[in-house]
Every structure is written in C-alpha cells, then in structure tokens.
Nanobody, 115 residues
C-alpha cells in the first residue's frame, strides 16, 4: 500500500506565495508521474501540474508563469511552488501519483487566498 501525505497549505494574501509538498511512503518500487490537482467549491477537480519521473512537466495555462512543479526522486516527494497567488487559486489541492502500478491520491490540503 502507498500513502501520499500533503503539507504546506494555508491562508495567504493575494500576491503571496506557498509551497506545497507531497511525500509518498509505503511499498514503492517505482514512482511514475506525480502531480497536483485542485478543486474549488462547486467545481470539478482540475489538473494544476504534473511531472514525469524524468522531469517532464505539464502546467495548466491558468497558473503558468506563477506555479512551478518539481520532484525529489530520492525522497519520493513532489513540490508545488505557488507565487503570485490570486483569490481564484483558492481550492483544495490534491496530490496524485502513479506508483508501483497503482493510482493514488492524497487527502487534500486547503489553500485560501484573500484579497
């Protein structure tokens, strides 16, 4: 079994920054693509960014230029550096990973951006 644990969410003023982390633990013999999704109240869960095991990234247009995704393969951890935060970035952010042939989600971390 694999577990994803997220950290780094919180409340920040518009224009501020947050750094999310997601660490995978458990029965890991191969870690594939890892990434972040977000879901605002009443909306669907959307991809924010993901990164392959060799570092290839895909970032949503709505956050391009403001958010950066990275990973540390030795630690099975993926990061999301969020700069220039806007109120519309407010959502629950979920970590997702393909690990050891399985598909896993974290429990979610709340990000709230105030005016």
């Amino acid at each position: 079994q694999v577990r994803l644990v997220e950290s780094g969410g919180g409340l920040v003023q518009a224009g501020g920054s947050l750094n999310l982390s997601c660490a995978a633990s458990g029965n890991i013999f191969s870690a594939g693509t890892m990434g972040w999704y977000r879901q605002a109240p009443g909306k669907q869960r959307d991809l924010v960014a993901h990164i392959s095991s060799i570092g290839r990234t895909d970032i949503a247009d709505s956050v391009k230029g403001r958010f950066t995704i990275s990973r540390d393969n030795a630690k099975n951890t993926v990061y999301l550096q969020m700069n220039g935060l806007k109120p519309e970035d407010t959502a629950v952010y979920y970590c997702h990973a393909y690990i050891s042939g399985g598909d896993y989600w974290g429990q979610g971390t709340q990000v709230t951006v105030s005016l």
